[in-house]
């Protein structure tokens, strides 16, 4: 079995996912793990599926693109057998005026201290810019992560905490 | 349970203020205001007075308001007003109050809820807050300490409030990367 990446970006319009998740039935792929979610007026979708060749799959959905609006990519992908958690959960929150640099800069003190972010999403409304992520630090780093955090937060100008992420389950 | 004796509000009303109170601005983020820690205030101060006043006179034409904090109205300090009157997910309401240095003391009970702020008026976000709360702070103009046991959705409003004047918005205790919303609806 093919295991495929794929991609589809564009200007929303209602009909996308419908439109993409036919072609992907209609070839026999197998959707798995997705998002798919509006950003800014456009659409982005990113899927893993399992089943047709890639060339076969780009070609189907290359339809879809003629018109101009919407990109698709497909990439055949090694499957890894699910990734396990390296760490611990926490979840990093920024905010502050929006400027260049912020998701690089939490994002190097979190790589550089050996964590793995899982999740994040970015918001821009007005100038308020908005950072959120889903990180997995080592055991017994927080405390000293959460320290650069602030550091370079402050150099950015910018708001920042890093808590446990809630754990609990029903 | 430790701390002091007494318990509620003890008939408080904002008019016991003697001051009318005026709308001001309120700021939005990000207003670095909004992430400084306030210092203690002195209650009964007529700088503080006044400030009480006007945090209940700008909640109250508010739309959907249920808390102002001081560094909303870009003052630095621990102080806040409250009123949860007529929210239909309230259950403990202690009608409207300002609480100056006020500090969670016990905290459980933990649940998720859906919270805005006028301060982030785009967004809404998922966050876990106490419904079982007891906070300690004092009046301001008296100055009386009084100590407030309280659930539910005062409880968050409580805990929002008591938040801003440390310097904290909701959005630092969102539950998660997709815990931020869009607001759709603006009351």
Known sequence: MNELAITVIGRDRPGIVADVAEVLARLGANLTDSTMTRLRGHFAMTLICVGPAAADLEAALAPLAADGHLLATVRAVTPDGGSEPTGEPYVLAVHGADRMGIVAAMTRVLTDAGGNVTDLSTRLTGSLYVVVAEVELPPGVSDEVAGRLTRVAAELGVGVSLRPADTDLL | ?187
């Open chain 2, 1 to 187: 349970m430790t701390g002091p004796e007494y318990a509620g509000l003890g008939g408080w009303t904002p008019e016991k203020l003697g001051v009318p109170g005026e709308v001001r601005p309120v700021v939005t983020a990000p207003e670095p205001v909004l992430s400084q820690p306030g210092p203690e205030v002195d209650p009964t101060s007529a700088e503080v007075v006044r400030l009480a006043a006007d945090l209940v006179a700008t909640m109250r034409v508010s739309p959907g308001c249920v808390g102002l904090a001081a560094p909303q109205v870009g003052v630095s300090a621990q102080v806040f007003a409250v009123d949860v009157t007529g929210h239909p997910k309230a259950v403990t309401v202690h009608g409207t109050f300002v609480l100056c240095n006020a500090r969670v003391v016990e905290a459980s009970r933990w649940k998720a809820g859906r919270e805005g702020c006028m301060s982030v008026p785009d967004l809404t976000g998922d966050v876990k807050r106490a419904s079982r709360l007891v906070v300690e702070g004092v009046l301001p103009g008296t100055g009386e300490p009084v100590r407030l046991v309280t659930d539910g959705f005062e409880a968050r409003a409580l805990q929002h409030e008591i938040d801003h004047c440390a310097g904290l918005l909701f959005l630092d205790r969102v539950a998660g990367a997709h815990a931020i919303y869009q607001r759709k609806v603006y009351l």
